[in-house]
């Protein structure tokens, strides 16, 4: 049998319309596909079907609205949809326990109930990040549930996303989608899909679990560049010289195809990715008697990260003779990462709580969070404007770097905040001529190894 596109006029399935399935959905829709998003949330679905959407991706929200508009886009909580589509997309989470164990309930409710309503010719093409071998020995087995052989019946290939947080929708048009097939015929079968629905290049694996590693050495990598430049971080702030200078002269030498590339230092790792699929690789190659100890390394360097954020706070404070319990602190910006709203496992957490535990009065504002999401995080009621948390401040702490706080009248803002105010620097990475200009207004700078 031969799998689908065969023709032009494809349809597609996407189950999970959490972050990435989403995207994923609303950009083949835009792209002139025929799609239909299933989830198990009703009330999800019954935002998506009235064109809101509580995920605040920049873009995502006018692209859902734009495929309900056109019809493009249809959303369900039945399952019953995927039959009349050429492929399916499984797109939905996969969270681990604390020693790096998959958990694999949605993966097991997802793939049970779509291989009830499976048929011949379709496709699946599974994104959601698990341990490699997970697709083979898990997922498959229960797709045959309904009665279909894979590699028979139906193809099955695992194409993982690597998208980033406020890209994320230029990315899915842009970068190279990565194929594993459970068979030649099935991993042709979705690269044909990749290139026809979005446009966009393919790299082919020679097997699901190549594939499935790609996935996981992505953010074994990510992860270990970040604890490297945070741990550099903390050495040139002991010699005395800016981290970011020496980072940048690292860069300009040639290496292999590239050139070096350290990434920046910050406040530490958060999000639903970094944070968990380095630990879901350690269980993994634990599980065959491999030790990977430099997962271990990277993840304690940036998990120690807030803390050491914290105590530049409470150091500089102390410099310019404010003790911690006597301050007020301003948190600008809240999120995992600069410019977006995004909360998940956010190391601006445990900043805070740090600040309040040493006494601090702390004031949270970012204009990218949702404020109730902010409430039920943080336990703090957020500051409506920039102006109120920063009302008599003893510390303008940026956490996050939003590219609207570009707009924000410095000078207006040292006005409000008490005499030799802290400024510290935790993702923005001022440039020399920034930090001139901060200390010129009578801020004090201070920054993750400036």
């Not at 702490?397 to 935790?426: I, K, N, Q, S, Y």
Request: hydrophobic share 45%; net charge negative.
């Amino acid at each position: 049998m031969r799998f689908l596109l065969d023709r032009e006029d494809i349809t597609v399935s996407v189950v999970g319309l959490g972050y990435v399935g989403s995207c994923v959905a609303v950009s083949l829709a835009d792209n002139g596909v025929d799609v239909v998003g299933v989830d198990v949330d009703a009330s999800l679905i019954e935002e998506m079907e009235a064109g809101r959407c509580r995920l605040k991706e920049p873009g995502l929200p006018e692209l859902v609205a734009k495929g309900r508009g056109s019809g493009r886009l249809r959303v369900t909580t039945d399952f019953a949809a995927i039959s009349d589509t050429d492929v399916v997309v499984i797109a939905v989470g996969t969270p681990v326990q604390e020693d790096g164990t998959l958990v694999e309930t949605q993966v097991e409710s997802a793939a049970t109930e779509i291989g009830l309503h499976l048929r011949a010719g379709q496709v699946v093409i599974f994104k959601s990040t698990v341990p490699p071998g997970t697709t083979r020995a898990l997922v498959a087995p229960l797709l045959e549930g309904g009665g279909l052989t894979c590699g028979e019946d139906f193809g099955l290939a695992f194409c993982p996303e690597r998208l980033s947080q406020g890209s994320a929708l230029a990315e899915i048009r842009r970068l190279p989608v990565v194929v594993g097939g459970w068979d030649e015929r099935s991993g042709a079968a979705a690269e044909r899909f990749w290139r026809a629905g979005l446009g966009v290049e393919t790299v082919p694996c020679s097997s699901i679990e190549a594939a499935e590693t790609v996935k996981l050495l992505n953010n074994w990598w990510i992860d270990h560049n970040i604890a490297l430049a945070n741990e550099l971080a903390r050495y040139c702030a002991a010699i005395g010289v800016d981290a970011m200078e020496v980072i940048a002269a690292t860069n300009e030498v040639p290496k292999g195809k590239g050139n070096i590339n350290v990434l920046s230092p910050g406040v530490g790792v958060g999000g639903s990715c970094l944070t968990k699929d380095p630990w879901m690789l350690w269980r993994s190659a634990r599980e065959r008697g491999v030790d990977l100890s430099t997962v271990v390394t990277a993840r304690e360097a940036n998990e120690a990260m807030p803390g050491y954020v914290a105590g530049l706070i409470v150091d500089g404070l102390a410099a310019l003779g404010t003790p911690a319990d006597r301050s007020r602190v301003a948190v600008l910006g809240l999120s995992f990462k600069n410019n977006t709203g995004d909360l998940r496992s956010t190391p601006t957490l445990p900043v805070v709580s740090a600040l309040r535990e040493a006494g601090a009065d702390v004031a949270l504002f970012d204009p990218l969070a949702d404020p109730d999401e902010i409430r039920k995080e943080f336990g703090v009621e957020p500051s409506s404007g920039v102006e109120g948390a920063a009302s008599g401040a003893d510390c303008l702490a940026v956490l996050a770097w939003h590219d609207e706080f570009a707009e924000l009248d410095m000078a207006a803002l040292r006005a409000l905040t008490a005499p030799g105010c802290l400024f510290l620097d935790g993702r923005a990475h001022f440039d020399e001529q920034t930090v001139e200009s901060l200390t010129g207004l009578g801020f004090t700078y201070r920054g993750i190894g400036r």
